[in-house]
Nanobody, 128 residues
């Protein structure tokens, strides 16, 4: 079992930055690929970014956030981060952290159905 707690959300003006954190507890954090998803009001949950297990040598991003968002992990702190720069109003959503399976050192996936554990979410609001 893996427990995930997100933090770092808030209200920011367009063009600003936020860093989301996701603290994990439970089993061996480093062995899990991790992902960030988001859900805006009235929309389905969508993939944002993912990072592979252990050293996080593989990452993947939704096209809409490429060049603006960066996912990283610190296994010593059992934490995964999402640095969000140049935020836009369309980034407004509840952001969820998710832990996938033990897929191997280079595998990343962008389907929510592949992820087994989820946090409660943190609200990000970007004003224009």
């Amino acid at each position: 079992q893996v427990q995930l707690v997100e933090s770092g959300g808030g209200l920011v003006q367009a063009g600003g930055s936020l860093r989301l954190s996701c603290a994990a507890s439970g089993r061996i954090f480093g062995a899990y690929a991790m992902g960030w998803f988001r859900q805006a009001p009235g929309k389905e949950r969508e993939f944002v970014a993912a990072i592979s297990a252990w050293s996080g040598g593989s990452t993947r991003y939704h096209d809409s956030v490429k060049g603006r968002f960066t996912i990283s992990r610190d296994n010593a702190k059992n934490t995964v981060y999402l640095q969000m720069n140049s935020l836009k109003p369309e980034d407004t959503a509840v952001y969820y952290c998710a832990a996938g399976g033990v897929w191997g050192r280079t595998v990343v996936r962008d389907s929510s159905g592949d992820y087994d554990y989820w946090g409660q979410g943190t609200q990000v609001t970007v004003s224009s």
